[in-house]
């Protein structure tokens, strides 16, 4: 049984079937469960939950945790609408959240750990580290708050936002399960991706959970030693070892691989870098796979560049010349500066200032 930091029971964190148990623990017929459970995935507190007895409420608030995020900071992009939370646990710790709007629904990028060990030299979250995961009530909360902020409903979740899923395994597993439910919010595993920056075990674990969710795997480089230089996790596992991995996911799940290249200016930019990723990609797939490309969202800490938009076309172009699929990445929110880690960071910047 999960639970949170006032060690009493996360009832957010519970499948529908440990609900009924809990729910049946305290006297109530289990039908109530999944009362309860339609309840806390639409983000409604105790109080208003009218459909059960004062009585079970009241018990519910005494011997239960259930605690959605609370809103810190919010901003909305007056060009696209992308909307982007600075969302504060129960501990203090701050997350990010980023909802997406496209003409085929809403998209929302959740984290999945407060801060991030994995070290990767161009991105804002790894740079205080990691201080500890998030529950899979947090993580769903985060999905569940933006839902009723916003007053719509969210079609699709990428899991890009701060941390890195797979150091997170068991809560993130958990928290895919939650979300798919459908007495909950009903979100369709093929509407989810999953970002990774490539820990072999947890993708091989992955593929054998009957989950099949897009994977989408950091690769950044398409050679070892490019690629030891910006992510430390390339020194444990061999590009070679991730393509076996991610080859193993495609065969078991056949959901089509989608690997990410942050574009950074003079690292991995050149038409020899394309023709390079594009030459590994054909070897060490041999599969359909997609690359998405991204414009480095710059931060004063890594001292790394960004490519313009004219370079990131033609990067994207030499690929698909080549006969990789690839695209640049439509880059929303710019006005907010949309990209996740740079809300906390300038968050923990001014506590240490202060």
């Not at 639970?3 to 609900?19: A, G, Q, R, V, Y």
């Not at 305290?26 to 639409?42: I, V």
């Not at 997350?95 to 070290?119: F, P």
């Not at 490019?226 to 959901?255: H, Q, V």
């Amino acid at each position: 049984m999960v639970k949170n930091m006032t060690n009493k029971p996360d009832i957010m964190s519970m499948t529908l079937p440990e609900l009924c148990e809990f729910v049946k623990s305290l006297g109530e017929p289990s039908f109530r469960a999944k009362q309860l459970f339609s309840w806390m995935h639409a983000g409604a507190p105790i109080d208003r939950m009218t459909n059960l007895s004062k009585k079970f409420r009241e018990r519910l608030t005494l011997e239960a945790d259930y605690r959605l995020p609370t809103i810190e900071e919010k901003y909305v992009s007056k060009l696209d609408g992308t909307v982007k939370y600075l969302f504060s646990l129960s501990d203090g710790e701050c997350v990010e959240s980023v909802l997406m709007k496209y003409e085929h629904g809403n998209t929302i990028c959740v984290s999945s750990q407060a801060g991030c060990r994995m070290g990767c030299k161009f991105c804002a979250s790894t740079l205080a580290g990691k201080v500890r995961d998030l529950t899979p009530s947090e993580i769903l909360g985060q999905v569940v708050l933006a839902a009723a902020d916003s007053g719509e409903r969210v079609h699709g979740i990428v899991m890009m936002g701060i941390g890195e899923p797979l150091d997170n395994y068991d809560n993130v597993i958990r928290f895919l399960r939650l979300v798919g439910d459908e007495n909950g919010l009903n979100i369709g595993m093929r509407h989810i991706s999953l970002s990774t920056c490539g820990i072999v075990p947890g993708i091989k674990r992955l593929a054998d959970e009957g989950i099949p969710v897009t994977l989408s795997v950091s690769l950044h480089a398409y050679d070892n030693e490019t690629r030891r230089s910006i992510m430390p996790i390339a020194n444990k596992y061999s590009i070679d070892e991730l393509l076996a991995a991610c080859k193993y996911y495609f065969d078991k799940t056949g959901r089509r691989v989608s690997f990410e290249y942050t574009l950074i200016s003079g690292k991995n930019d050149s038409m020899a870098d394309a023709a390079g990723l594009a030459s590994l990609l054909k070897r060490g797939m041999g599969v359909p796979c997609h690359v998405n490309l991204i414009m480095l969202n710059e931060v004063d800490e890594t001292g790394m560049k960004t490519v313009n938009k004219k370079n990131a076309a033609a990067f994207a172009n030499e690929l698909c010349r080549l006969g990789q699929n690839a695209t640049v990445r439509r880059r929303l929110g710019s006005d907010i500066d949309a990209s996740c880690g740079q809300l906390r960071l300038n968050r923990n910047r001014n506590a240490e200032n202060a």
